[in-house]
DNA sequence: TAGGTTTGCGGACGGACGTTCGATATGCCG
DNA sequence: CGGCATATCGAACGTCCGTCCGCAAACCTA
């Protein structure tokens, strides 16, 4: 019974990873099940034995992916209550974690809008938990409300996710090292030191300078 | 001759910008001719009069875009040297005109994948020229190596370009507050003052705590 | 070995998609 | 007024896609 059980979710699990694959090299909407079919070796109409829809595909590896992040995250944040500790292991969590599973965080970073309906809600469940803890922690740590917490919190989780957007294995610096400069640049800042620059960095701003991309004096907005 | 040319011009961007809001809205793939002939009025053969493939469509759209971008970015620099000013402008640029053209801009973050070959290539040069810019003027700012610039600008650029995934321009905070918000973050960092604390935070690192998410001891990366 | 459940497959169906073609209207120039 | 370039359309073509159905191995159990 237990190796039933497992032989099917191996294989389920084997599926799963194929395919989040494809759907990060391609995209969701690009790849076919018959390309999941030919790289899995499965025959087209088989693979519908281990799910029901080609969204519940989708859902299964992005449900799959966030869930054992966040657990993982639950896991290293117990404890500990320090809040600068709790920056750091959460940051260090989520670029690990992106790092070693490439193509599933692309997955769950890309395909964010391709889930509809309770597909996408419970996954947004998910995330809404993840980005209330960082909202939380970064709150204790600048209580202040000179920086808005909204745009704290996702400039820290933009800084991360977009990692998928430019970073190769075989040619970027080593995870350690990612996490260690991120984690500098977010907490003290990139040029924390002169503290004099900034104020004359102010003057003269741009101001309406970015009106529609497509008349130069749009009335955009 | 003027006014042809001019009318022409005038139909096409009005398409451009139509097609912009359904790609933003549905995705380049999932959208359909069919939904931007019904959006913008034109029958499904009459659009081809203006372009001559879908991707052709997506191109216009993502160069118009970034050629703006990146020609107003230009000449806000100009004759601009100290380089936390240069940053600054850089950042408000990007930033005000992310918001002023969400969907462009949208299209432009989200869809950089779905163009191939030589489309692909000639988004990419703009790309990079922006990219290149701005690693020069943050080495300027931080000469020593002891953050990789390639981390930094695409932490930079991540922090922005996320913008899309969560900005709201009816819940948000207004976009100047968002330019000072990054900025500060970016340059001063989020919680610069705690001098002591950081060193604390790096102890007893998740270390081997990301493996596969697939099994518990997996041999993924 | 008989019977039932699990696992797998080939082939088809209906629909949506990008693109093309030939025809028509419109407006300008001679 | 005749003719050419511009602008627009309806209808169709070929292809690919997600999904479903019916049938056959394979395997466990009794």
């Known amino acids: 019974m237990t190796d039933e059980r497992s032989a099917y979710d191996e294989k389920l699990e084997s599926i799963l990873r194929t395919a989040a694959q494809?759907?990060?090299e391609k995209g969701y909407h690009q790849a076919s099940i018959r390309d999941i079919a030919r790289?899995?070796?499965v025959s087209l109409s088989g693979?519908?034995?281990?799910?029901?829809?080609?969204?519940?595909l989708l859902f299964l590896i992005q449900d799959h992916a966030f869930g054992t992040l966040l657990s993982n995250l639950e896991?290293?944040?117990?404890?500990?209550?320090?809040?600068?500790?709790?920056?750091?292991?959460?940051?260090?969590?989520?670029?690990r974690y992106f790092i070693a599973n490439t193509a599933e965080m692309k997955v769950l970073s890309h395909e964010a809008e391709a889930?509809?309906?309770?597909?996408?809600r419970r996954v947004n469940g998910k995330k809404r938990r993840l980005t209330e803890t960082a909202m939380q922690i970064l709150q204790e740590i600048r209580p202040a409300g000179d920086v808005d917490p909204r745009v704290a919190t996702f400039a820290m989780f933009g800084m991360m996710n977009w990692l998928?957007?430019?970073?190769?294995?075989d040619?970027?610096?080593?995870?350690e090292r990612i996490v260690d400069d991120m984690y500098r640049i977010f907490v003290e800042g990139f040029a924390p030191d002169n503290a004099a620059v900034p104020a004359l960095a102010r003057e003269a701003s741009p101001g309406d300078a970015a009106p529609s991309i497509w008349r130069s004096g749009g009335a955009d907005e």
């Open 115 to 120: 889930l509809t309906g309770d597909f996408r």
């Open 171 to 175: 040619r970027d610096v080593p995870v």
């Open 39 to 41: 790289a899995t070796g």
């Open 22 to 24: 494809i759907f990060a």
């Open 164 to 169: 998928y957007n430019w970073h190769r294995a």
């Open 47 to 56: 693979l519908y034995y281990y799910f029901n829809s080609k969204e519940e």
């Open 75 to 95: 896991r290293l944040l117990d404890g500990v209550a320090e809040p600068h500790r709790r920056l750091r292991l959460l940051m260090e969590n989520h670029l």
